[in-house]
């Protein structure tokens, strides 16, 4: 393996930084990261570089911009007329530079107003809601089905020609963009804690304003800005080729207009605006993309789980090849086992080349009838094992070391860096099934919960569909739900949550398999239901006699259910052994300490202690 | 779902209303004397007055406006302050030119983004690269310059399309095909580019989702998962998306026809707006308001059949 491998393994989860607590530090490192993105460079010097010739055009221009020399016109470009002249024997190069000045200013007239209309707006309806949020979005959905181009020729026609009061009603119709944006924004902070305790604190709406929410929506508003002024650009020039604009002025579409006329004499007189437009144009869009990818690499530290997808090293095709081929035979005398995971390591690919492990060295089994806990904080790696077995890990994540065996067959080789999904489709399903943690979001909102547990049925066993409905009501009934013709033809919105993962459990084991992963099957659910789901594991598990991997941070569950428990930490194994003697005799500290974190069996010191809620993983 | 649409077909016609009133108080209140605009600096205080009592201009703005849409509803869009054409003739001749084009291209967009989005999301890889960098170039050049571009190089230069498309549907739809393509290719480009971005976003969202995940874990195959669920889901949002293209490509087509020379609406807005030839203008925008209120209306239809939370409420 060429890749060099972090041995420090994973460190404890960074810390999540709230935007609003700490504004400064996530810019400063906004662009930091910015700065060192090479798009981020070219773009930003591309805009300053214009902005510069804009703002100096009186000095650097050698000619006014409407000054024409009649003797001189379609000259080719000369010492005096660098890049040649117009129709009018106007300095092409001269008009060029105070067409910029022209073509920026009203980018950001039409931004500012755009700002100015849509960022209060967009505070006030987001913060307060109400009447004014409803009677805003009304008017955000008519000015949003106006195309730009038609309502800046209404403009034009009763105001005439002038690129600032098109520019402003321009920005007064794209002024949605940012209404949607912030409103959208300060929902989403309006109810978290920071800004609750802002509330009880006695700060003012005013101030609560200005320092946490503005800070949320600052970075969008910049990438906006960026899209806004490129789209002002592009339609003013557009209503300036058409011949709309201020005849007195040098700008871009005056020109392009200009040249096109004398398409046939000097084309060229065409490529300079066209280019000036590209180029400009073209940096706010790089700046924008560059922005939100610095953003964006901000998010993949803060939540390391949802790690996004790092294109494929040149490793992946080979493991693919190797695949193909027979696989190896697992060790003697462990053919009996239904799972084996023998030094487990799993690992993402960084931006700097390195590998950060999250599963190092992890080895256990499970035998048929048997439940194993995994038990672990969020960040030791409980669920990325399970994945692992289950063939389910993200598409950049990487079979760092060890192998897996299902049923005395290796899904996963040693020395394998993927697991094949070829290997895997064979079982998941049929033989594999996963529990999810969160019931809702893993049932497909747009079909019936009956269709979600026929399909897999009619695929995996090959039954009529007839049949697997026969099956699926009877399952339905065996999950402890008392109306299942109801919850059959049921769409997911339908149904509580509880009843949710009841279904999902249903579908775990409509096809019978030999082992079933559960990924913390309890968490999502009120108090009441978690113990009911835990009794119909438990009865399935016996009636079906089959394997059970339980990956929980609960030790209350674990003791409730399992017979024996690996606790994991920072991606390795800690303990592992019989469920009686890791709780009575723990051997690790860590064991221990998680062991003691636990609420049941303790004297409540407060009410405050007490009613506090498990930390979700 | 009937009642859904009668309400959305409502709301659409409250918004043709409000757009249609304020089009018009805009209009008439700010441009001046329009009858001795009309008249020229020749004319008389006396054929001033007659003009403006001819146009109805003598008459209270709110009654003007009432009686407006009162020949409106009949199907009279009054005429041409210049011409004397009635605007409902203009718009009928040039309706069918420009709405052809926008559907052309419209279908294209589709087909085009919809395949590349999803392509791009599914392999990602440097497939996805070469669309994104696509999609920066398609974003930095406006369509109105592409079509200047095309023109310059491929009919005046090279030759190989006529550089005006006049050609109407009668003289064969080889030569008429042939003549649109240039427009058609000019108005797509920043569709394709753009609606291609967003699709293949909305498609990864949903990829990530965990129904996804369990889907896989209950043994159904990628392509099923893929094809059934992920596109079903992310539909929505690709029909939003289209469906803005659609909006903006009603202003970008008023460009590409001026520069290819079509009597589509384009000419007609041009020269309406150049001269505030008043009631065209009206005209042009209240056809615009319509086809965006049809669009959205059809979209509207199909996210509800789309999705069963709208379905069954």
Known sequence: MSDSVETAAVAAPAPSLHPGQSGTVVRSTVVRRLLRNPLGIISLAILLAISLLAVLAPVLAPFQENYSNIAKTLAAPDSVNILGTDSAGRDVWSRLLFGAQLTLLSALLCAGVAIAIGLPAGLIAGYYGGKFEAVSNWAVGILMSLPGLIVLLTIRAAFGPSVWISMIAFGILISPSYFRLTRTAVQSVRNELYVDAARVSGLSDLSIIARHIFSVVRAPIIIQTAAIAGVAIAVQSGLEFLGLGDPTKATWGVMLSEGFKNVYLNPTLLFWPAFAMALTIGGLVLLGNAIRDALEDGEKIKHRKKAAKLKGTTAAPAAARLSRKSVAAVDAGTEHHLVKVTNLGVGYPQADGSIKKVVDDVSFHVDRGEILGIVGESGSGKSQTAFSILGLLPDNARIVAGSIQFDGNYTVAPGEERVDQARLSKLRGKRISYIPQEPMSNLDPAFTIGYQLVTPMVRVLGISKEEARKRALKLLTDVGIVNPERTFSAYPHEVSGGMAQRVLIAGAISCEPDLVIADEPTTALDVTVQADVLDLLRELQQRLNIGVILVTHNFGVVADLCDRVAVMQNGRLVEEGPVRDILRNPKERYTRTLLASMLEGKTPMSMLVSSQKEPVA | ?313
């Open chain 2, 1 to 313: 779902m009937i009642r859904f649409i009668l309400k959305r077909l409502g709301s659409g016609l409250v918004v043709l209303f409000v757009v249609s009133a304020l089009t018009f108080f805009l209009l008439y209140v700010s441009s001046g004397s329009i009858a001795r605009n009309i008249l020229g600096d020749q004319a008389t205080a006396e054929q001033v007055a007659m003009k403006e009592h001819e146009l109805g201009l003598d008459q209270p703005l709110v009654v003007r406006y009432f009686s407006w849409v009162a020949d409106a509803l009949s199907g009279n869009l009054g005429a041409s302050w210049f011409t004397s054409e009635p605007v409902a003739n203009s718009l009928a001749t040039r309706i069918p030119v420009t709405m052809t084009m926008v559907f052309a291209a419209m279908i294209l967009i589709a087909v085009c983004a919809a395949l590349i989005g999803v392509i791009a999301a599914v392999k990602r890889g440097w497939v996805d690269r070469v669309v994104q960098v696509g999609a920066i170039i398609g974003d930095s050049i406006p369509g109105f310059v592409i079509g200047v571009i095309l023109v310059t190089i491929l009919a005046i230069q090279l030759g190989l399309f006529p550089a005006t498309s006049t050609i109407s549907p009668e003289s064969g739809p080889d030569a008429w095909v042939y003549s649109m393509s240039l427009p058609v290719i000019a108005l797509l480009v920043n569709g394709v580019t753009g609606g291609a971005q967003q699709i293949r976003s909305a498609v990864i969202k949903q990829l990530e989702r965990d129904y996804v995940r369990t889907l896989r874990s209950r043994g159904i195959g990628e392509r099923e998962i893929l094809f059934r669920h992920v596109l079903r889901s992310a539909a929505p949002a690709g029909l939003t998306v289209l469906s803005l293209q659609l909006i903006g490509m009603l202003g970008g087509v008023v460009i590409i026809e001026q520069i290819f020379a079509l009597p589509g609406m384009g000419p007609l807005a041009v020269a309406a707006t150049g001269q505030s030839d008043l009631p065209v203008v009206m005209g042009v925008v209240m056809y615009t308001v319509v086809v965006v209120i049809v669009v959205n209306l059809l979209v509207d239809i199909l996210n509800g059949w789309l999705n069963p939370k709208v379905r069954v409420s």
